[in-house]
C-alpha cells in the first residue's frame, strides 16, 4: 500500500512484551496511538510493561502465553478478539538463546529452542493471518537476528533458528504480495537486553565461573538500548520496510557477509576486538 502505515488506533500483538526488545516495541507502538495485546511466558513483568506503555486512550490487555504451545497459540487469536476486536499487526518478538557447540548441545535441547524461536513465530503468523486479512492495513513483523545474517561457530542452534525465520518471513511475504498485509524481517544486532543472561548452556560444559564469564563478554557485546532498537523497529514498520537492519553492528556485518559470503568469518575474526 502507499505511504506510511499509520498506526494509530490500530491493534498490535507482541510476544515477549515483559522486557527487552518486545517492551521498547509496546511503548514504542502506544507513543503512536497503537493499542496492545502483550505476550509473554513470563506473566508478572508485563505489569511493567503496561505501565510504561499506559497512555490515554490506550487499551492494553495482558496474556500468559507460551508459543512453544500449540494449544495455547491456536486459542490465543479468539482471546484477543474478545478484549479488542480486531488485530492489525502481529510481532512475533519472543525467544530464547542456547549456547554451545553442535556436538556440545543436546537434541532436547536444540528442540527447545527452535520450539520457541522458529515454530513459536510459524504457529503465532498461521493463527493470526486470518484477522490480518481482515484487517485493511496489517503488518507481520518476525524478528530475526545478527545471527540470522551470519553463523557464527558455537551458535549452532540459535543461528539455524534465526536463519528459518529469515528464510520464512521472506517467502511468506512475497506470498502475501498485493494483499494488505505487508511483512518485515528484523535482524537485531547487540542490543542490551537480558538474552545472553538467560541463555540455556549445557549442563557441565564449564564451571560457575567459566560460565559467568562468558555470559559476561557476550553481554558487553549488547550496548544499543533496547528503546532505541524498538524505535528503530517501529519506525520500520511505518515506512513499509522488509527489512530492518537494527545497529550499526548488523548494517556493517551485513555488508561484509554480502562482499565475502563463504569468508566473511575470517574478516570478522581480524576485526574482532582482542
Known amino acids: 500500500m502507499p505511504g506510511r502505515m499509520k498506526l494509530h488506533n490500530r491493534t498490535a500483538v507482541v510476544t515477549g512484551a515483559a522486557s527487552g526488545i518486545g517492551q521498547a516495541l509496546a511503548v514504542s507502538l502506544a507513543r503512536r496511538g497503537c493499542h496492545l495485546a502483550l505476550a509473554d511466558i513470563n506473566e508478572a513483568p508485563l505489569a511493567q510493561t503496561a505501565k510504561l506503555a499506559s497512555l490515554p486512550g490506550i487499551r492494553i490487555s495482558l496474556h500468559r502465553l ?7 497459540v491456536a486459542s ?4 484477543v478478539m474478545a478484549e479488542h476486536g480486531r488485530v492489525d499487526i502481529l510481532v512475533n518478538n519472543a525467544g ?6 553442535f556436538d556440545q548441545v543436546s537434541e532436547a535441547d536444540f528442540e527447545w529452542l527452535f520450539e520457541i524461536n522458529f515454530w513459536g513465530v510459524v504457529r503465532m503468523t498461521r493463527a493470526f493471518l486470518p484477522l490480518l486479512r481482515a484487517s485493511d492495513d496489517a503488518r507481520l513483523v518476525n524478528l530475526s537476528s545478527l545471527y540470522g545474517l551470519i553463523s557464527p561457530p558455537g551458535q549452532t542452534a540459535y543461528s539455524a533458528s534465526k536463519f528459518a525465520v529469515r528464510g520464512f518471513t521472506q517467502s511468506i511475504r512475497h506470498e502475501l504480495e498485493g494483499s494488505h498485509v505487508g511483512v518485515t524481517v528484523v535482524h537485531p544486532g547487540g542490543v542490551a537486553t537480558a538474552i545472553a543472561r538467560n541463555a540455556r548452556i ?3 560444559l564449564f564451571s560457575a565461573a567459566e560460565e559467568a564469564e562468558r555470559r559476561s563478554a557476550a553481554e558487553k557485546l549488547l550496548r544499543m538500548p533496547a528503546q532505541t532498537a524498538g524505535e528503530i523497529i517501529v519506525k520500520g514498520m511505518e515506512r513499509r520496510k522488509p527489512r530492518v537492519l537494527v545497529g550499526v553492528d548488523a548494517k556493517i556485518i551485513s555488508w561484509i557477509e554480502r562482499l565475502e559470503p563463504v569468508s566473511y568469518w575470517k574478516i570478522l575474526e581480524r576485526l574482532r576486538p582482542r
Open 66 to 72: 507460551d508459543v512453544a504451545d500449540r494449544k495455547a
Open 96 to 101: 530464547v538463546a542456547l549456547g554451545g557447540t
Open 76 to 79: 490465543f487469536p479468539a482471546m
Open 202 to 204: 549445557p549442563k557441565g
